[in-house]
């Protein structure tokens, strides 16, 4: 069965941010119906505002998402999105923490 909702989880640098396009279009062509989701911090959230392919969620730990309450209430907004598949590309606690409630 395809996925129909996807989440791809990159946290770091804006360099590494960019390059998760293979991987976007890479997903979007073989799944072409599904969401694809990606997280990321909020500072690096425009850089894919323009791609209709992916819908940009971000993770904002200075503000929005501020210390452990904060993380896992956003742990449980993403757990109650039901994605498919999440593709964790770095494995850092914060992201690991994430794929497991997806």
Do not use: C
């Amino acid at each position: 069965m395809d996925p129909k909702k996807i989440l791809i989880v990159r946290f770091s640098s804006i360099g590494d941010v960019v390059l998760v396009a293979p991987v976007v279009a890479r997903l979007h062509e073989r799944f072409p119906k599904a969401e694809i989701h990606l997280l990321t911090k909020k500072a690096f959230a425009p850089v894919w505002a323009g791609d209709e392919r992916v819908r940009v969620r971000f993770f904002d730990p200075d503000e929005q998402h501020f210390g452990l309450p904060g993380f896992f209430r956003y742990l449980r907004e993403l757990r109650a999105e039901n994605f498919d598949l999440v593709v964790d590309l770095h494995a850092v606690p914060k992201s690991v923490a994430t794929g497991l409630l997806a």
